[in-house]
């Protein structure tokens, strides 16, 4: 019986424990509420004069210089807002989707990653320094008001470079798909006829989209025929010599006969080694060679030009 009023009244100690706990979190998340309005009030009273101060300092520090001094101010004014209202609402959707929407305008101009982190980080000192100036005479206060206004300034930071860094990683991946298909353009030079040169090192995802991008031709053209051209190729290991052929077999399915050209005397060793049919490849020595081909499989006759006498 002792041990069971034992039990019941730790049970009851940890409850009000527990209670209190959070009536003192509830006390310090209020506290902290009100420092940050107080904080926020000081900011927009302030705006102006802050804002200048930070534009200065950016000058100074040689941040931006790709933009001008207008747009400068321009974006820092709607950083300054974006800024204050993270601070006063707490929720950051707001101002992702301006630091996204600045990064696709200031990417294009060259704006480099640490330069963004740099403004982000010289605003929170400049708003900080005003603090200290507000309430140097108050220590206390003055360090209630840091411990609200920090975790809130850091994370606005993050958010505003993280943003950064995954436009910019969308901006390079499509540099990087634009660039891809400029190295390997399927090109109609007849109809039904298609032909595909490609230069350069092939690697496993340059191969893919080479075989993505050769099948979608075939289907849009409803080409009959395909010269793929590999003169500019000087070697290619074994997966990519696969992946070749999977895409001669790919091409076939849909209709298409495939003519590859131009094989080296090095891609033609892999291709033995790696053990592929021959005979399933159509294979001609050189880009001229494989479009009169081509064009006999087409029904076009070849004519030969006589030699001038």
């Known amino acids: 019986m002792a041990q069971v009023e034992q039990t019941v009244k730790d049970m009851k100690d940890t409850g009000a424990r527990n209670n209190q706990t959070m009536e003192l979190t509830t006390t310090r998340s209020n506290v902290a509420s009100e420092l940050l309005r107080e904080l926020v009030a000081h900011l927009r009273q302030n705006r102006t004069q802050l804002r200048e101060e930070w534009v200065t300092r950016i000058s100074e520090t040689r941040l931006l210089t790709a933009m001008t001094k207008d747009e400068?101010?321009?974006?820092?004014?709607?950083?300054?807002?974006?800024?204050?209202?993270?601070?006063?609402?707490?929720?950051?959707?707001?101002?992702?989707?301006?630091?996204?929407?600045?990064s696709e305008r200031i990417i294009p101009r060259g704006v480099e990653t640490h330069e963004v982190v740099g403004i982000v980080l010289l605003?929170?000192?400049?708003?900080?320094?005003?603090?200290?100036?507000?309430?140097?005479?108050?220590?206390?206060?003055?360090?209630?008001?840091?411990?609200?206004?920090?975790?809130?300034?850091?994370?606005?930071?993050?958010?505003?470079?993280?943003?950064?860094v995954q436009e910019r990683e969308r901006v390079i991946r499509q540099q990087q798909e634009a660039i891809r298909e400029l190295s390997t353009p399927v090109l109609q030079v007849r109809e039904r006829l298609l032909i595909l040169p490609?230069?350069?090192?092939?690697?496993?995802?340059?191969?893919?989209?080479?075989?993505?991008?050769?099948?979608?031709?075939?289907?849009?053209?409803?080409?009959?025929?395909?010269?793929?051209?590999?003169?500019?190729?000087?070697?290619?290991?074994?997966?990519?010599?696969?992946?070749?052929?999977?895409?001669?077999?790919?091409?076939?399915?849909?209709?298409?006969n495939v003519i590859v050209t131009g094989l080296s005397p090095e891609?033609?060793?892999?291709?033995?080694?790696?053990?592929?049919?021959?005979?399933?490849?159509?294979?001609?020595?050189?880009?001229?060679?494989?479009?009169?081909?081509?064009?006999?499989?087409?029904?076009?006759?070849?004519?030969?030009?006589?030699?001038?006498?």
Not at 76 to 96: C, P
Not at 140 to 148: E, G
Not at 215 to 223: D, K, P, S, W
Not at 287 to 300: D, H, P, S, T, V
């Open 123 to 164: 605003l929170r000192d400049v708003l900080a320094r005003s603090l200290f100036a507000k309430y140097q005479t108050d220590f206390k206060k003055l360090n209630r008001i840091l411990d609200a206004y920090e975790p809130a300034a850091n994370r606005i930071a993050n958010t505003v470079a993280v943003g950064f």
């Open 72 to 102: 400068i101010f321009a974006e820092a004014t709607s950083v300054y807002d974006s800024y204050v209202e993270a601070l006063e609402t707490g929720t950051f959707e707001a101002l992702q989707a301006y630091a996204r929407n600045l």
């Open 267 to 309: 891609i033609a060793q892999t291709l033995v080694t790696i053990g592929i049919d021959l005979g399933k490849m159509n294979t001609v020595g050189d880009l001229q060679g494989g479009i009169e081909q081509a064009e006999r499989l087409l029904g076009y006759k070849v004519a030969t030009l006589a030699e001038p006498s």
């Open 198 to 256: 490609i230069i350069g090192v092939i690697d496993p995802q340059r191969a893919r989209q080479l075989t993505e991008q050769l099948l979608r031709g075939i289907r849009t053209n409803r080409a009959k025929v395909v010269v793929i051209d590999i003169t500019g190729v000087a070697a290619m290991d074994a997966t990519v010599a696969n992946h070749l052929v999977q895409t001669v077999e790919a091409s076939r399915l849909l209709g298409a």
